[in-house]
């Protein structure tokens, strides 16, 4: 189940079999929001944490999405310091036994936090509608003949502590981007180091030079928008790896 979420990008919702006829209104909420923010996923030990989420001015909706194997609490606390609450204008609130899916429209610039308490398999991610993307990120390789090279998509397997090559493209309005590579639990793997200019005249795609590490991984890009906020993306699929060439 982890492995095939992780894998496809997709979002796993723990739910009782009498929630089951009303989960289809967790797939239509999740429509038009393309980007993602934050993703985490696996075994939350008993007790209290607190997840940060940074949102841009670019962020028209957001959609918080958790949902917790034994749940005692979940709490969206906005920039302000105040709990969202179901009645808030502009609030979509969706409850389950053991989680919640609240979409906040026009939400605030800033600091974030999904405070949870329980314990068990976590499964967060945090969607937006936005204007300031992570565009694509593909494997790539050098190749073409002479007078004709060029970079191209490179589909061999990932394999730990082999050099591989990564194109990532982002938004022009995120500013001073900076990539690095983290696993499922939204643990940091390494960085992501481009060198510019890229490939061609695109000052939005970078390429980076990597050593594969030895757990699955996903990139996260984080940047600054034109007012300064923290802009942060994450790709939603891991990459997964192969132990053979």
Not at 15 to 42: F, I, K, N, Q, Y
Not at 122 to 141: E, G, K, N, P, Q
Request: net charge negative; proline share 7%; hydrophobic share 40%.
């Amino acid at each position: 189940m982890v492995q095939v979420s992780e894998g496809s990008g997709g979002q796993v919702f723990l739910l009782d079999p009498s929630e089951v006829a009303s989960s289809a209104t967790l797939l239509m909420a999740r429509d038009g929001h393309d980007e993602t923010l934050r993703r985490v996923v696996g075994a939350l030990d008993p007790g209290t944490r607190t997840i940060d989420v940074n949102l841009d001015t670019s962020v028209q909706r957001v959609l918080f999405s958790v949902s917790l194997q034994c749940l005692q609490e979940i709490e969206i606390v906005r920039p302000s310091g105040a709990p969202v609450a179901a009645s808030d204008p502009g609030v979509t609130w969706t409850a389950f036994q053991a989680g919640r899916q609240v979409g906040v429209d026009t939400p605030e610039t800033g600091l974030w936090k999904v405070r949870l308490a329980g314990e068990g398999l976590l499964f967060l991610v945090v969607h937006a509608r936005a204007s300031l993307a992570l565009d694509d990120v593909c494997l790539v390789r050098p190749g073409g003949r002479p007078g004709h090279e060029g970079i191209f998509r490179d589909d061999a397997p990932l394999v730990p502590g082999t050099s591989r090559l990564m194109e990532i493209a982002v938004s022009p309005g995120i500013l001073g981007p900076t990539f690095e590579m983290r696993g499922s639990t939204d643990q940091r793997l390494g960085p992501l180091t481009p060198a510019r200019p890229p490939v061609g005249d695109d000052e939005q795609t970078y390429l980076a030079e990597f050593l594969v590490p030895a757990t699955p991984f996903r990139v996260v890009v984080t940047g600054r928008d034109a007012t300064g906020k923290i802009v942060q993306r994450a790709q939603g699929a891991l990459f997964q790896l192969s132990q053979t060439r």
